[in-house]
């Protein structure tokens, strides 16, 4: 019997049957539910199930016309907003398959995601299409993207019918301004508000995609190389789709804030594919404010809401926070970082909420441990999700460990990826068999207590956690490299007070070049060639990188070098 039996939710079974069908009959079947049911909410406009479905059927009639095809790769790039819903479900209405793609990416990342999936079709939204197309623009023939829609913000709402509570001054130059749309030589750009006044270019064949067939393509990147997709059929999304929305106690009647991005395997798998698959409703915020966040949680009375730690310590020191009312929330929970027991604290005696952290990867569409929301621990990954056999492991020879002992978390379940794209070798380095099992390896270092729980101690893979986005060294180094004046690089981590932990360069310039190139230099290139958490918050001189005696950067010294340089504040002693 596992040890977490015992704090097993009493009311929930141990495994579950998703529904064997396509992830857009979650859609179809909650629009035919619940057709003037509140699906989301965007600027304070509502879209009802049926409003949304129907949106989608359009969109997806026009992605049909534009040549998209069963199997075929579409990239979504943008934040979170309804166009990103609508355009995800009309992908999946075509059997075709989503390739989520993180917004702050720049031209020189997306290209990857252009060529690797073979995507010839993009969705984004108006201040990015730039970005895009100078990708597309800079690959060779017959890999550039065929078609870009582009969509504005305001192509969902009237910003003259907007309270100043939900369109703060400090999203208006970013949400309101009209752009110039980009131009493809070898392709086309198609304007969303365009395509959605036209009527239905072709009729929908019926959707025929099995639990079996690919749904999704979300990217991670990881110790070598460029970033790379993880095969998710509608099976494992399905299944963490159902699961999250039983432990959270979901209903149709939840209302949920979406602030966590649905470009991410969270925000897309936890949030929005669980609220549709309940028929609850999801009020969705396209990027973090502390005010516009109490407002919308007081206004639409939101019981449910997953986030990020420093969301909550952001929420909770603003000075507006007494005119908030949190009485609505019944579940908060989150991860991407630990939760400082504080902050925990005082959601328990000021709101009576008791914060569960959960785990998971890329890898296992979101959770793969998550926290009994009747019994979570502090700074504690959880125990393992509904359906998950996990285990801790000797990660040299793969044999299970006792309580207690430190080890890498391995993790077999129906939520587990199916490999990783055109990869065979990164996908058979990633799993082994064990009791005629497929285990997946997380890299992540962590042990069980008596009670079954699991926490993290270390890492296996070489990753910085900032604030929840994960920044993976040999990534940004592969970017630095192309700096014209940078001979090495190596990528750090230092500490934040903030983010928790932070990026770090330790730069060797090329010696036609030293004097003349500052660190200010050096950030204000990363800043214009690669995605704003990745950038470099601290970069320092060297005249020559650690080495071992087969040529390889010690990296590890350097980063025990900085933590040995800075007090448990984050400062130079």
Known sequence: MP??????????????????????????????????????????????????????????????????????????????????????????????????????????ELKHYIVDPDTRVAVTTADLASELAQASEA???????????????????????????????????????????????????HAWADLVVQAAPVSLHQVQATPSDMALLPYTSGTTGLPKGCMHTHSTIMHNAMASGLWGNGTPENVTLCVVPMFHITGMVSLMHTNILLGSCLVIMPRWDRDVAGHLISKWKVTHWTNIPTMVIDLLGSPNMHKYDLSSLVYIGGGGAAMPEAVAQRLLDQFGLRYAEGYGLTETAAPSHSNPPDHPKKQCLGIPFMSVDARVVNPDTLDE????????????????????WKRPDATAAAFFERDGKSFFRSGDMGRVDEEGYFFMTDRLKRMINASGFKVWPAEVEALMFRH????????????????????????????DHQGKVSEQDIIDWCRENMAVYKIPRVVSFADALPKSGSGKVMWRALQEAEMAALDPAGKPQ
Not at 84 to 91: C, D, S
């Open 401 to 420: 460990l006792a309580q207690g002992e430190s080890g890498e978390i391995v993790i077999c379940g129906p939520q587990v990826f199916k490999g990783y």
């Open 3 to 108: 040890a977490h039996d015992a704090v097993w939710p009493a009311r929930l079974p141990t495994r579950i049957t998703p529904p064997a069908t396509s992830l857009w009959m979650n859609l179809a079947i909650s629009a035919l539910r619940y057709p003037e049911k509140a699906a989301l909410v965007f600027m304070g406009r509502v879209w009802t199930f049926r409003e949304l479905l129907q949106a989608a059927e359009h969109m997806a009639a026009h992605l049909s016309a534009l040549g998209v095809q069963t199997g075929d790769r579409v990239v979504l790039n943008m934040q979170n907003c309804p166009q990103l819903v609508i355009t995800h479900f009309a992908i999946l209405r075509l059997d075709a398959v989503v390739v989520p793609v993180n917004p702050m990416n720049r031209a020189e």
């Open 484 to 511: 014209p004046a940078i001979q090495e690089a190596c990528i750090i981590s230092t500490r934040d007070a903030y983010r928790g932990e932070s990026v770090k360069a330790v730069v060797v310039l090329r010696q």
């Open 139 to 189: 690959l060779p023939d017959g890999r550039r993207l065929q078609h870009l829609v582009v969509t504005h913000f305001t192509d969902v709402f009237d910003p003259d019918r907007v309270s100043p509570e939900d369109l703060p001054q400090s999203w208006r130059s970013w949400l309101l301004p009209q752009h110039t749309l980009p131009s493809l030589t070898s392709g086309q750009v």
